[in-house]
T-cell receptor, first 114, second 112 residues
Framework: NAGVMQNPRHLVRRRGQEARLRCSPM?????VYWYRQLPEEGLKFMVYLQKENIIDESGMPKERFSAEFPKEGPSILRIQQVVRGDSAAYFC????????????FGSGTRLTVV | GQQLNQSPQSMFIQEGEDVSMNCTSSSIFNTWLWYKQDPGEGPVLLIA?????ELTSNGRLTAQFGITRKDSFLNISASIPSDVGIYFC????????????FGQGTRLTINP
């Protein structure tokens, strides 16, 4: 009975490289949410997706960031041309339907840009 | 944008003491949630509140949804070492909404 699986747990990228973060929701969950947490801060909403659809991307930076949740496979958060300021923990959560109290968070991917 | 102000930022207490922390906002929230985050892990939901004035308990934890819908508090009674961690409040502007706004967190340290 696996929870929300995120990989990798730690990712180091040089400035200018691409970062790909993966999230497999809990079994039976079709809604995925991505949040970013800077050191010593709370989580900030980035994007909400259902299978093959972006529902709310109001928290996504306008450039370099994209997210997808294909019909098959995990949800992917992609950051192109990473900069030092992208260093953070990125958390994925899933729910069986669009309800905030149904969130289950993964353990996160810690991205370090050097 | 919407902001939740959480206080205190950190607490240092003795094992066995009670703990109280709160969260306030200038905006009305229709769902309040309290999470705990351990180092290197994602947040885990502790308590969810859906109605103004609601008081809900989960073991030694008690949380209330303020009448004005602009605040919430979390109490932990008789703290134990495993209560150490960061506690976050989170709110949803619309009940059942998918987007949560998080507070900055309260870091709890317990001296044995």
């Amino acid at each position: 009975n696996a929870g929300v699986m995120q990989n990798p747990r730690h990712l180091v990228r040089r400035r200018g490289q691409e970062a790909r973060l993966r999230c497999s929701p809990m079994k039976g969950h079709s809604h995925v949410y991505w949040y970013r947490q800077l050191p010593e801060e709370g989580l900030k909403f980035m994007v909400y997706l259902q299978k093959e659809n972006i529902i709310d991307e109001s928290g996504m930076p306008k450039e370099r960031f994209s997210a997808e949740f294909p019909k098959e496979g995990p949800s992917i958060l992609r950051i192109q041309q990473v900069v030092r300021g992208d260093s953070a923990a990125y958390f994925c959560a899933s729910s069986p339907m669009g309800q905030s109290y149904g969130y289950t968070f993964g353990s996160g991917t810690r991205l370090t840009v050097v | 944008g919407q902001q939740l102000n959480q206080s205190p930022q950190s607490m240092f207490i003795q094992e066995g003491e009670d703990v109280s922390m709160n969260c306030t906002s200038s905006s009305i929230f229709n769902t309040w949630l309290w999470y705990k985050q351990d180092p290197g892990e994602g947040p885990v939901l502790l308590i969810a509140l859906y109605k103004a004035g609601e008081l809900t308990s989960n073991g030694r934890l008690t949380a209330q949804f303020g009448i004005t819908r602009k605040d919430s508090f979390l109490n932990i009674s008789a703290s134990i070492p495993s209560d150490v961690g960061i506690y976050f409040c989170a709110g949803a502007l619309i009940q059942g909404a998918q987007k949560l706004v998080f507070g900055q967190g309260t870091r709890l340290t317990i001296n044995p």
